[in-house]
């Protein structure tokens, strides 16, 4: 049987899976994708939203527009039920979007397949053994052959097994079923907390009821069924309202674990492979779409030999903190959806806090994604921070920053003295844009920063150098 051979396999063709693909193309590596799932049109959707920072590096590719026509711009964040406004944040994004996650991952799809790339459908990686040069990969039919695989195949992630990475953290102590289903009695719809958890029932736009309720107990291993259903809702609200015709029902828990490493020499893992958790707050989707940016272009330079390997370990260094505190934040949030006295004297603290302007800033920069600080040495506050998306004015007329990575390749700005930078060495690999730009520069819960005048921003939309000290070594390290 003939070997299917390729630079980079993509295990899961979720909305991590199908991020990352596009951008290894965009990085020019040939990459194929293997997903068990027939069609991407699956009922259902777990997740239910998009934070700032996401629709921002779908933005820096050019189809934030695709998502925002789907969907509808609102103040989506909360913290233990307290809503996160984020409107008076400097960004152009300064909401969240309500947008299902099948219609999120049909859009993504459809950006991939512009893109060419392929996804073999109704495959699983069932195994693999790695070398010095690359992955022999086993599939439920056949095998394949790559130079790097990343599994990004969910919280059960055979790649994450199979490569023998370590899945440390907490067991569930609550158990939810997550359903679509027909009601013949009118329902109490709107959202409650009791003992367990959250409760919520709300309508669909076709009519059908989406249900969210808590179980009594957790670590069931069974796909759930309408039994189950029925039984959760009786329990809560004393009737089933005759739930009926089920098109989708699932279960999750708040296990929360996150990957001991995001690497195991040519095996990475990006998603829910990487890091499980309760989805309150509307993390998971997120942060696993924003490592998928993290990591193509890294992956994407090691791959064509301009970067050495090392560079992929950069990819657990600046994700995995990132992870641990998404983890930190639901754990907390969880025990606070709970409707114990104490609890919600807490609760009733917390909503004091965050009324005021600067906790609201700091939690709702970390769960928009906005404040996200990578560790890259001391220096100018926009040292590892996502680079603001200005308005300069070039020669040819004023570009937006996000424009300029469109094509996810590195960007040095030079806004001060024309000709002032030198990117020789890397005048192949990073675009040089001569520029101005006369306004604030301002950034999410930092607030207003010194104005630079050469700026070297990653295909990732991070800044890694400020000024000229120090350029020509970033320049090294990350092009």
Not at 211 to 236: I, W
Not at 251 to 264: E, G
Not at 470 to 477: K, N, P
Request: hydrophobic share 40%; proline share 5%; net charge negative.
């Amino acid at each position: 049987m003939a070997v299917t051979t390729r630079e980079v396999v993509i295990a899961g063709a979720g909305p991590t899976g199908l991020m990352l693909a596009g951008e290894l193309t965009l990085a020019g590596i040939d990459v194929a994708v293997v997903e068990r799932r027939p069609t991407q049109d699956q009922p259902g959707s777990r997740a239910r939203g998009l934070h700032a920072r996401t629709i921002e590096v779908l933005d820096q590719r050019g189809i934030a527009d695709r998502f925002l026509s789907a969907g509808q711009a609102l103040q989506v964040g909360s913290f233990a039920g307290v809503p996160m406004d984020i409107s008076d944040f400097p960004t152009r994004h300064n909401y969240g979007l309500a947008l299902m996650q099948n219609r999120f991952e049909q859009i993504l799809a459809g950006w991939v397949a512009e893109l060419d790339v392929p996804i073999a459908r109704q495959l699983e990686v069932t195994g693999f053994a790695q070398d010095e040069t690359g992955v022999d990969i086993q599939l439920s039919d056949g095998r394949m052959r790559a130079e790097y695989l990343v599994g990004c195949d969910g919280g059960r992630s055979v790649v994450r097994k199979a490569a023998g990475i370590a899945f440390p953290g907490w067991d569930p102590s609550v158990s939810s079923l997550i359903a679509e289903v027909e009601m013949s009695e009118e329902p109490e719809l709107g959202i409650r907390h009791d003992e367990n958890g959250t409760q919520a029932m709300g309508r669909l736009d076709d009519g059908r009821i989406g249900v969210v309720t808590t179980e009594r107990y957790a670590g069931q291993t069974e796909d759930p069924t309408l039994a189950d259903l029925r039984d959760a809702l009786v329990a809560v609200w004393g009737t089933d309202f005759g739930a009926h015709d089920p098109t989708w029902i699932s279960r999750f828990t708040d296990m929360t674990r996150q990957a001991a490493s995001y690497r195991a020499g040519r095996v990475l893992l990006a998603g829910d492979a990487a890091h499980v958790h309760y989805p309150v707050g509307g993390q998971g989707l997120n942060i696993g779409v924003q490592d998928a940016v993290n990591l193509g272009w890294k992956l994407g330079q090691v791959v064509r030999g301009i970067s050495p390997e090392s560079l992929l370990d950069t990819y657990h260094a600046e994700r995995h903190p990132v992870g641990a505190r998404v983890l930190q934040t639901t754990m907390a949030q969880t025990a606070l959806t709970r409707a114990d006295a104490r609890i919600a004297a807490l609760r009733d603290l917390l909503g004091g806090l965050l009324g005021q302007d600067e906790p609201r800033k700091q939690v709702a920069g970390m769960l928009s994604g906005l404040d996200v600080h990578y560790e890259l040495g001391e220096g100018h506050p926009l040292l590892g921070r996502r680079m603001p998306d200005l308005d300069l004015v070039t020669a040819g007329g004023t570009v937006r920053v996000f424009t300029l990575l469109h094509a996810a390749r590195p960007v040095l700005l030079n806004l001060g003295e024309p000709g002032g930078a030198d990117i020789a060495p890397r005048a192949d690999r990073v675009r040089l844009v001569e520029a101005t730009y006369d306004g604030p520069w301002e950034l999410p819960v930092v607030g207003e920063v010194p104005a630079p005048d050469v700026v070297l921003i990653r295909p990732d939309g991070h800044v890694a150098s400020v000024g000229q000290a120090g350029l020509r070594e970033a320049l090294s390290t990350w092009s």
